[in-house]
Nanobody
Framework: QLQVVESGGGLVQPGGSLRLSCAASGFTLDTYNIGWFRQAPGKEREGVSCISRSDGHTYTEDSVKGRFTISRDYAKNTVTLQMNGLKTEDTAVYYC???????????????????WGQGTQVTVSS
């Protein structure tokens, strides 16, 4: 059974860093497009970044560009989201998801993703 599990969330001060990991079971993470999303209290889920299965092409939303970096570790079968320069507005539950449609390139539209993790809480506060 396909499953993704997030880890690495926590409490950090503004300007700090966190590294989130998305681990897969039942498949290898270079088989499908993988996306990171987040949902803040009272807000809709929004896309953050994604990595394509075909060539590792990445896309990152403007709101986090230059601060967040997505990458894939083939040996560990994980996709990581390195988050630097965190701001209070980055506070949210972060989710990773897998798009099993075999699309060549990823997107940050949540409706294109089929398997979701349970999420990991990221809180940025002083």
């Amino acid at each position: 059974q396909l499953q993704v599990v997030e880890s690495g969330g926590g409490l950090v001060q503004p300007g700090g860093s966190l590294r989130l990991s998305c681990a897969a079971s039942g498949f290898t993470l270079d088989t499908y497009n993988i996306g990171w999303f987040r949902q803040a209290p009272g807000k809709e889920r929004e896309g953050v970044s994604c990595i394509s299965r075909s060539d590792g092409h990445t896309y990152t939303e403007d709101s986090v560009k230059g601060r967040f970096t997505i990458s894939r570790d083939y040996a560990k079968n994980t996709v990581t989201l390195q988050m630097n320069g965190l701001k209070t507005e980055d506070t949210a539950v972060y989710y990773c998801a897998a798009d099993v449609s075999r699309r060549a390139y990823c997107s940050t539209y949540s409706h294109k993703y089929h398997y979701w993790g349970q999420g990991t809480q990221v809180t940025v506060s002083s």
